[in-house]
C-alpha cells in the first residue's frame, strides 16, 4: 500500500470506529476508561522497555539531554498517566447534554445538542505521556483518535496505545478507536492533515516549526496550540506592591511554560518607581532584563530590547520591559506583538481597567491576577488538551467541551413549509 | 505593488478597522446599519447604471440566461438589500453577551464574553445582493470584512460596497470596514486565503469547484457551506399521510435550494403502500424518479439510480429512492453518502426515532418535519450568513452568534500561582 492509500485506511476505520463510540454511554465510556488506566498499569513493563529502547536508538542518535529527558518514561510519569486517565474518568461527560431549545410559533421544537467532533488528528512531539492524555480526553468524548508522535517515540507511544486499546477493547472499546500512524516517514503528517474526506479536526502539538507546517499543508480544519508571547502591564494607577507580586509570579514561577509572562510593560508615570523594585526581585531571582530606550533610562546598564524581543517567546528567565504613555499605548503594542493567549493589566482606575479588558485581542485577560492561570485545571475545567490561540471553535483552555461539537434535533408534528 | 502586496495591504487595513469596529456600541452601529440601508437607497441609479455595465459585458461575454438572471440587481432586488440591511438593525447584538462566568475558589471571577471574529473573507459568486448582507451581518457584530465577487459582478459590487462605506462613514463606520478585493484575477483568492497574519476567517459562498479550491489553498481557517444532499426516511411506523406530505413538501417545496431532499428511504414493510402514492403526488409535479431494485420493483419503469445518485445533490425536480430493512440502514446510508446537511425521519416508533436522533451525523436531524425548515429564518435567528456543512465552530445555520468568538476576562485581587 502507498503512504497515501495506508493513512486513508486509517482514516476510513476511525470513522467507523467514531460511529461505535458515538453510541456508548457515559457508564460505559468510564469503565472503559478506568481499563485503560489499568492496562498502562499493568503494561508498565513493556511500555518501559519500550521506552529504553526509544532511549537507546536516540542517544545513539545524539539527541540532546533535554530532548532525552522529555522521552524518558519514569515510574512516576507513568503513574502520572495511570491518574490523569482516572481523572477523566471523574470528569462529567459533555456528549448529549443540551447547550439551548427553543419553540418556534409553527411548534417545532429546536434543540441544540453537543456531540463528539468524530474523528480527530493529534500530531505531537516527543513527550510520549502526551499520548495517554490526548487519547483519555478524545475518548471521553466518544471521538476518535488517530495520533502521530514524533520518530524518537515510536515504541513508546506503541507501546501506551496498545495497552489502552487492548485494556479497552476487554470491556467493549471499539476496534480501531486509538490508532497510532506507525510510519515515521514524514509524508505521513502531510497524508493526515489532507484527509478531509474522513478526518474533522487536527490538533498539532508542539513547536512553531511544526504548527506552522501542518496549518500550511492542511485541508481538514486545525486548532493551533501555539505560542504565549504574554504582557502584564503596570498601569499608573496600580497598587505597585500587588504589581510587583503578579509580575514575579508571572515571570518567575515557571518560566518555560506558554502562560509565563515575556514583556512587561509600565506606565511611565510609575515606572521610575517601580522598575528599580522589580528589577532588585528579578535580580534575586537571576532574570536577564532588556528595555526600551525609557526603561535604560531608568535602570542603566540592561540591555537594549530589539524589535525582536518584542515578538519573542523566551520560555526563559529573560524579560523584555517597555515604558508607554497610556493604557491605549499599552493596548497597542500587546494586539501587535502579542500571541493573542493571556494578557494582564494591574490597575485601579475603572475606566484604564475596562479599556484593557475590553480591547485587549486575547484568549485570556487579567485583571489584576497572574498570566500564570490560563490553565484547563486552574479555569475548574477537570483537564486540558491544551491551550488555542485561535478563535474559531475554542480560544483559550480546550476541555471537554471543545473536544465536542453540536447538532440540532428538531422535532415536529408533520410541520411542512409553505 | 505585487498582487501579495495589494491583499496584504487589505489584510493590515482591515486589522486596523477591525480594532476601531470593536469600540463601537451596539446603538453606534445601528445607526451607521440605518445609514448604509438609505446609502443603497439614495445609490439605487448609480447600482443601477454598475449592473447594467456588468450586464452589458456579460451578454458580450456569452452568460447563460441564468447567470444574466442571477446577477441582475432589479428594483425590487435592490428594495431587498435595503429592507434586509434595516432587519438587521432591529436584531439583538450579541457583542458583549456573556456565554458563562463562574468563581474560583482561589477568588478569581472567570467571564466567558462574546467578542467579534476580527477580519472576515467571504467569497462568493454572481449574486450581487450577496455582499449588501454579507456586510450587515458582520458589521454589525463589528467585524471588519473583505469581500471578493465573481469577476462578473465587479461593476455592481463595487456600486454596493462604495455607497454602504461612504453613507456608512458620515456616521463613524471607521475606514477600510468593508473592503471590495478590485482586482478580478484569480490570484487574488489564493493571496487572501493565505493572509493569515490578519485575516481570522473565510466563508466561501458558491459551488463545489470554489469551495474545494478555497479549502485546498486556505492557511487560513474556513468555514464551508457546502452542498446538501438531505434525506427523508420513512419508517415503517410512520404515519404514512403525514409521511407523504413532509416527502412532497420536501422535494418540491423549493427544489433548487441545499435543504430540499434529494434521497427518500422507506422501510420495506411500508415500500408496497407507500411508494406508489408518492409517485402519483410527484409525477403531478413533475419529478423524475430513480430507484433502487427494491424501488423499481415497485414501481416499474422507473429509472435505475446509479451509485452516483446517492451522492448528488440535484437541485432540481429529480429524486432517488431506496428501499432499506431497518433504520440502521437508513442511518448507514445517510451517513455515507449524504453531505451532513439536514436529514429527516417519519417514525411514530420511540425507540426508532431515539435511534434516528442520536445515529445521524448532520447538522440538523428531523422527527417528522420537513428539512427544508435548516434556515436561519425559520429557526428563529433573524438572518443567516449561510449554512455551515461543517462541525467546528458553526454547524447548520450561521447567525450573529457565530460570527463572533469569546475570550476569558478573569477578574482578581492580587492573585498569584502558587
Not at 380 to 409: F, V, W
Amino acid at each position: 500500500m502507498s503512504m497515501h492509500e495506508q493513512i486513508a485506511e486509517m482514516g476510513r476505520k476511525g470513522v467507523v470506529a467514531s460511529r461505535e463510540l458515538a453510541k456508548l454511554s457515559t457508564k460505559k465510556k468510564n469503565i472503559i476508561l478506568d481499563a485503560m488506566a489499568s492496562g498502562i498499569e499493568a503494561g508498565a513493563e513493556d511500555i518501559r522497555a519500550a521506552n529504553r529502547s526509544d532511549l537507546e536508538k536516540g542517544r545513539a542518535a545524539g539527541l540532546s539531554a533535554a530532548m532525552l529527558d522529555r522521552l524518558e518514561l519514569t515510574d512516576s510519569r507513568i503513574e502520572g498517566m495511570v491518574l490523569g486517565i482516572r481523572n477523566v474518568v471523574a470528569l462529567q461527560d459533555p456528549v448529549g447534554s443540551e447547550i439551548s431549545s427553543w419553540i418556534r410559533p409553527n411548534g417545532l421544537n429546536i434543540r441544540k445538542i453537543r456531540v463528539p467532533i468524530g474523528l480527530i488528528g493529534i500530531i505531537f512531539e516527543s513527550r510520549p505521556n502526551v499520548a495517554a492524555e490526548a487519547a483519555a480526553l478524545c475518548f471521553k468524548t466518544a471521538n476518535a483518535l488517530i495520533l502521530r508522535g514524533g520518530k524518537e517515540a515510536i515504541d513508546s507511544n506503541r507501546a501506551i496505545v496498545d495497552a489502552m486499546q487492548n485494556a479497552g477493547a476487554e470491556q467493549g472499546l471499539p476496534e480501531n478507536s486509538i490508532q497510532l500512524v506507525q510510519t515515521t516517514e514524514r509524508e505521513a503528517v502531510r497524508e493526515l492533515v489532507q484527509l478531509s474526506e474522513y478526518m474533522d479536526l487536527i490538533i498539532p502539538r508542539g513547536g512553531e516549526g511544526l504548527i506552522k507546517a501542518v496549518t500550511e499543508l492542511a485541508h481538514v480544519p486545525v486548532i493551533k496550540h501555539y505560542k504565549g508571547v504574554c504582557h502584564s502591564y503596570i498601569d499608573s494607577s496600580a497598587d505597585l506592591d500587588m504589581a510587583l507580586e503578579i509580575a514575579v509570579n508571572a515571570k518567575c514561577q515557571r518560566p518555560g511554560v506558554c502562560n509565563a509572562m515575556e514583556t512587561l510593560l509600565v506606565h511611565a508615570d510609575v515606572a521610575e518607581e517601580f522598575l528599580p523594585k522589580l528589577k532588585e526581585r528579578l535580580d534575586a531571582e537571576g532574570v536577564e532584563l532588556r528595555g526600551d530606550a525609557g526603561t535604560q533610562t531608568i535602570l542603566p546598564g540592561i540591555a537594549a530590547a530589539t524589535e525582536d524581543d518584542w515578538y519573542e517567546e523566551y520560555l526563559d528567565m529573560v524579560l523584555a520591559i517597555r515604558v508607554v504613555a497610556d493604557v491605549e499605548e499599552a493596548v497597542a503594542h500587546i494586539n501587535k506583538y502579542g500571541s493573542h493567549h493571556s494578557d494582564a493589566i494591574v490597575a485601579e482606575d475603572e475606566n484604564v481597567q475596562k479599556c484593557f479588558l475590553r480591547e485587549v485581542d486575547s484568549a485570556t485577560v487579567y485583571l489584576n491576577a497572574s498570566t500564570r492561570f490560563t490553565d484547563g485545571g486552574e479555569f475548574g475545567l477537570g483537564a486540558e488538551i491544551g491551550i488555542s490561540t485561535d478563535k474559531l471553535h475554542a480560544r483559550g483552555p480546550m476541555g471537554l467541551e471543545e473536544l465536542t461539537t453540536y447538532k440540532y434535533l428538531v422535532e415536529g408534528q408533520g410541520q411542512i413549509r409553505e
